[in-house]
T-cell receptor
Framework: GENVEQHPSTLSVQEGDSAVIKCTYS??????FPWYKQELGKGPQLIID?????GEKKDQRIAVTLNKTAKHFSLHITETQPEDSAVYFC??????????????FGKGTLLTVNP | DTGVSQDPRHKITKRGQNVTFRCDPI?????LYWYRQTLGQGPEFLTY????????KSRLLSDRFSAERPKGSFSTLEIQRTEQGDSAMYLC??????????FGNGTRLTVT
């Protein structure tokens, strides 16, 4: 089955700096890579996703890059704000609607943005 | 609120008791998933349904666990003879064709 490794496990940045979280996956058949943000006491919330037919996707201060050959993908958050503080999870799977659409998650990164 | 709803939010039970959790997915979503999350870990897949059919079960889902989705709408997850190792957050998620997984806020189970 799929195995997703995520680094770092904790990340502390100053407000306004950038944050980068990296993930690798094992199953070359995976072609859908979402990122979720989880705040204390809440369920994970999707913040951005990417499919294997593109190498980069941006949404305001958030971007995700994918290197399918190397089987790794990264989350980039620019101009970080204190409200970005949370646990971030990467995941890998078949795409939504596919017969094997079943997310495998990394272990998470606790991001702390210091004012 | 039209998101995924889970009940209860918290459950404390004694070892050996049975517990049941409920999940109400987003109404038009035909797929429903159960995940388990322990402290400091990512969510781990337990099982999923497409409409009322349970299509896959993880090896994490021991025979003390059973999930149902009788009419293809809400789902229940029952744990029989709870053990301390069952203490975790149980997350429900739903999706439909071509939509990503939407998670509820989970049920936190504590087994004493």
């Amino acid at each position: 089955g799929e195995n997703v490794e995520q680094h770092p496990s904790t990340l502390s940045v100053q407000e306004g700096d950038s944050a980068v979280i990296k993930c690798t996956y094992s199953d070359s058949a995976s072609n859908y890579f979402p990122w979720y943000k989880q705040e204390l006491g809440k369920g994970p919330q999707l913040i951005i996703d990417i499919r294997s037919n593109v190498g980069e996707k941006k949404d305001q201060r958030i971007a995700v890059t994918l290197n399918k050959t190397a089987k790794h993908f990264s989350l980039h958050i620019t101009e970080t704000q204190p409200e970005d503080s949370a646990v971030y999870f990467c995941a890998a799977s078949d795409p939504p609607g596919g017969s094997n659409y079943k997310l495998t998650f990394g272990k998470g990164t606790l991001l702390t943005v210091n004012p | 609120d039209t998101g995924v709803s889970q009940d209860p939010r918290h459950k404390i039970t004694k070892r050996g008791q049975n517990v049941t959790f409920r999940c109400d997915p987003i109404s038009e979503h035909n797929r429903l998933y159960w995940y388990r999350q322990t402290l400091g870990q990512g969510p781990e897949f337990l099982t999923y349904f497409q409409n009322e059919a349970q299509l896959e079960k993880s090896r994490l889902l021991s025979d003390r666990f059973s999930a149902e989705r009788p009419k293809g709408s809400f789902s229940t997850l029952e744990i029989q003879r709870t053990e301390q190792g069952d203490s975790a957050m149980y997350l429900c998620a739903s999706s439909s064709h071509n939509s990503p997984l939407h998670f509820g806020n989970g049920t936190r189970l504590t087994v004493t």
